[in-house]
């Protein structure tokens, strides 16, 4: 009836010491049997057996959103994700019964003795901004992506730009929290919020903010380049598509050819407390605090820590160590005109006795005057649409798209791990964004325009049709990326 073989019950229904000496006085056969098996051995009415409540966190979604709600153990306390971090909310409180009672043979409660009572207190209920059909859509994309890729982790993030409501965080690989203990500490983790990388080249927007913020570039400035390749330190860095000496690239071509000496020029224009600032200005280097627990602060570098090479290798991205929802609210901060909105998942809490308290108000600010965060939305539109740029394949039907392709490196124990982190970060529609989508892989090799963008581009359109935001009623400006 327990579907346990007659050798493994009778081992535990004889007699036996504990190691300490006791006597082994219980011992559970099974636990967490449907009620219809518990009755049945309750009729069979055998001496020493007894059939006791029990309860069990009930998962029917499975894989659905599972590293983010995460599981409970036996006892119902939570071990991994929200339910971890939001135990003492969602716990309920037992209750106590204290009487008085006679001694020896009249072990029973003693009428009209002492005796107090205190009712048990169910758990608060937490309501999540995630959209269940989009957590569920972005999932199966990225799965699906990943697999194509042969990644070993993917990340997937869709924000509300105006709200910083997080409407689907997704994780490759996944697992089932119906049935947690077949799954490995890797695939529990919350890959958007607890994975590290050197992001690349979609850093490279945050060098042309701060030079743009600080008057260092204007939107239309073009930048003298002193070739196909710039020495900072003992390193040289080389641009994938080669301009001659002299010329001159405007902000939309540093981005659609993602140029490496385009932006590194732009950052000597500035200085590096400059772009240190607006790194944290942006959010990178300290948690979300989105809601998640053991989120990763990332690292960046203040200028006195930086070495010669720092000089190049920061303006674009590397040396520098983020998640992927860090930048996704980069991103985020553009596409709302300047202003960072904080990412959150909590929308509010119900009480017992159903009243819906509302979560605190996401930390905002200011951080780009909304001429240069519009500047950078239209130049990140030339990533798309421009002849020659690197992320064509992120382009979705009937909308205009802006974002920026990345390829960076994996950050594990201190550590670069073999092969590339391709992303793609990209918001729409461009002329009055509504959603961020980032997408980030760690695979054996590939840029973010061939591995992410085709996975941004499916999400992006389920996004927007899902939410009925109608098609974009103009075009892409075109752009002179040299001049």
């Not at 069979?44 to 029990?54: E, S």
């Not at 850093?203 to 600080?214: E, F, N, R, S, Y």
């Not at 040396?319 to 998942?345: E, F």
């Amino acid at each position: 009836m327990l579907g346990r073989p007659v050798s493994e019950l009778v081992p535990i229904l004889s007699r036996k010491t504990r190691a300490d000496g006791s006597k082994d006085l219980f011992e559970y056969l099974a636990r967490g049997v449907d009620i219809a098996t518990g009755e049945a051995v309750k009729a069979l009415n055998l001496p020493g057996i007894r059939v006791v409540r029990d309860e069990r966190r009930s998962a029917p979604g499975h894989d659905l959103a599972a590293n983010l709600i995460g599981f409970t153990g036996s006892d119902g306390s939570g071990l991994t994700g929200l339910e971890a971090a939001y135990d003492d909310q969602l716990s309920g409180v037992d209750g106590q019964r204290v009487f008085e009672t006679g001694h020896g043979d009249l072990g029973t409660q003693i009428p009209g003795g002492f005796e107090e009572e205190k009712p048990a207190r169910p758990g608060s209920s937490l309501q999540l901004t995630i959209n269940r059909d989009i957590q569920y859509q972005i999932q199966q994309l990225l799965a699906q992506r990943m697999m194509a890729v042969s990644a070993d982790f993917g990340a997937a993030v869709v924000l509300d730009v105006h709200t910083g409501e997080v409407l689907a965080q997704a994780s490759f690989p996944g697992y089932d929290a119906a049935n947690p203990d077949k799954s490995t500490p890797a695939q529990r983790l919350d890959a958007p919020s607890q994975i590290v990388v050197d992001p690349g080249s979609v850093h490279k927007v945050i060098t042309l903010a701060a030079g743009l913020q600080c008057g260092a570039i204007q939107p239309d400035s073009a930048i003298p380049l002193p070739g196909g390749s710039i020495r900072k330190g003992d390193t040289t860095f080389s641009d994938t598509t080669p301009l001659h000496p002299g010329t001159k690239i405007t902000l939309p071509g540093i981005l659609a050819y993602s140029s490496n000496v385009g932006t590194i020029t732009v950052a000597d224009k500035t200085t590096p407390q400059t772009l240190y600032d607006y790194q944290l200005k942006f959010g990178l280097g300290t948690p979300t605090r989105e809601g998640m627990p053991n989120e990763a602060p990332g690292l960046v570098q203040p200028p006195a820590r930086w070495s010669g090479s720092s000089h190049g290798s920061i303006p674009i991205g590397m040396g520098v160590s983020v998640t992927p929802l860090q930048m996704a609210a980069v991103y985020a901060t553009i596409a709302n005109n300047g202003v960072y909105v904080q990412p959150h998942l909590i929308k509010a809490t119900i009480t017992p006795d159903l009243r819906v308290h509302p979560a605190s108000a996401p930390v905002s600010r200011t951080v780009l005057s909304p001429v240069n965060a519009a500047a950078l939305r239209q130049d990140l539109e030339a990533v798309v649409v421009a002849p020659g740029a690197t992320g064509h394949s992120a382009a979705v039907p009937g909308y205009r798209v802006a974002g920026k392709t990345g390829t960076g490196l994996q950050v594990k124990d201190g550590k670069y791990v073999t092969g590339e982190v391709a992303s793609f970060i990209g918001m729409a529609p461009a002329e009055a964004p509504r959603y961020v989508i980032a997408v980030f892989a760690h695979s054996p090799g590939g840029e973010g325009g061939a591995v992410a963008a085709p996975a941004f581009k499916d999400m992006m359109a389920f996004t927007l049709r899902y939410f009925q935001v109608p098609p974009s009623g103009s075009t892409a400006p075109k752009f002179a990326l040299t001049v």
